[in-house]
């Protein structure tokens, strides 16, 4: 039973900026349809650096200053959570990423009137849980009360699988949908000029600096580059490890040839300026930059890591993968697309290509369709079963 009326929906996270989760959930406000979808955004922590870029229709409440602590504001916001579910009275309260998930199961567990409850996991749980302190009482909560929860969507088959390892009972009721990507701002953006070094290869990477990244095996890697060829290496992205990797560049004598640029309000200038792109992550949901630099018109070398990056390359088609934590084999893709001009070439235009796949209009209309049929297909939750997980009401 498709609703006749748009849904109301309230989606959920920690903050709204940085990172690819974010952009996702930004790219699926913008490009809804409202007569299907009329969204509500509520986040954990406000002062995001996505929020100026929030459509002027789509309400944003933010529960906690950006002072606290990610963690601290999802689990202190239940509370208020709650207050607003009972408030505006949605159809849908969709939680992005598995601790949203959790905090917006708690925050409807008992309530007379309850909307149905979608999560949108963006990593597969045992991977992100191993560099997680909550990992632990993530996988737990995953295990435990993600049945009660109406759907899933998963970015990613591999996702999708992991959670289905994780819960049994999950297996009928988790779609796969990949990320929102290529939309106006990313075309626009890729056309921005950028001042870049005429005599030398420019390298980019993106991601937050930490461990799940791989960005000292990308250093090690372009350390056996800058001996064969002149480069440089741009890495877009702020997180801890910047101190760490720094010295790492110290180390290998490369300090002249790399660049940390952090946060960038417009990666994708930077990716269309660049001879390749290389995603060196030891695990990925499914990896949004690689998709993004695809269609900046920039060939894409990656790690051949869990989830993502082999679902949307095709090896030696639309970019090239390489083991995960291997410097050697990384550093050797890398100087193929970049020494032989026919394979450059070849790399850009069937990643062209492939980026069509993802564009944003078309991953919303998805998305709604699979809100629909879950608001619209299955039976209430029995009420008295629910038991508050996470919540210390």
């Known amino acids: 039973m498709i609703p006749t009326r748009p849904l109301r929906s309230i989606f959920f996270l ?11 959930t930004l790219r699926l406000l913008q490009s809804f349809d409202r007569q299907q979808i009329q969204p509500m955004l509520a986040v954990a922590r406000g002062g995001g650096s996505y929020e100026s870029r929030l459509p002027s229709d789509v309400p944003l409440i933010a529960f906690h200053s950006r002072t606290r602590s990610a963690v601290r504001a999802v689990a202190g916001s239940v509370l208020a959570l709650r207050r607003l579910i009972r408030r505006e009275q949605p159809d849908v309260v969709c939680g992005v990423m598995d601790l949203s998930v959790l905090a917006v199961l708690a925050a409807t567990a008992g309530l007379g009137s309850r909307p149905r409850v979608v999560g949108m996991i963006q990593v597969a749980p045992r991977e992100a849980a191993r560099n997680d302190r909550l990992g632990p009482l993530i996988l737990s909560g995953i295990r435990h009360t993600y049945q009660w929860a109406d759907g899933f969507v998963a970015l990613s088959e ?33 056309r921005v000029p950028v001042t870049r070094p005429q005599d030398r290869k420019v390298i980019v990477a993106c991601g937050r600096l930490l461990p799940q990244k791989g960005f000292p095996y990308l250093l090690r890697a372009f350390a056996q580059i ?21 010295e790492e560049a110290r180390t290998l004598g490369i300090t002249e040839r790399v660049r940390f640029l952090g946060f960038q309000d417009n990666p994708f200038a930077i990716m269309a300026a660049a001879d390749l792109f290389v995603l060196s992550s030891l695990f990925e949901g499914f990896g949004n930059v690689v ?31 390489v083991p995960v934590a291997n410097s050697r084999a990384l550093a050797e893709a890398m100087l193929r697309v970049l020494t032989q001009p026919e394979l450059h070439a070849s790399l850009k235009r069937h990643g ?42």
């Open 14 to 24: 920690s903050n709204f900026g940085g990172g690819g989760a974010e952009m996702h």
């Open 226 to 246: 800058h001996l064969q060829l002149p480069a440089e290496l741009w890495i877009l992205g702020e997180g801890p490890d910047l101190a760490a990797l720094e």
């Open 158 to 190: 591999g996702v999708r699988q992991d959670l289905i390892e994780l819960n049994g009972s999950l297996h009928d009721r988790i779609r796969v949908i990949p990320n929102a990507i290529l939309d106006d701002f990313l075309r626009s953006g890729s």
């Open 352 to 393: 062209l290509a492939r980026a069509q796949d993802y564009r944003a209009d078309t991953v919303a209309a998805r998305y709604a369709q699979a809100l629909q049929e879950i608001t619209g297909g299955l039976p209430p939750k029995p009420r008295a079963a629910v038991q508050r997980p996470l919540s210390r009401q």
């Open 291 to 321: 998709v993004e630099a695809m269609a900046c018109g920039t060939p894409v070398v990656a790690s051949d890591c869990p989830h993502g990056p082999s679902e949307i390359i095709k090896d030696g088609v639309n970019g090239l993968l």
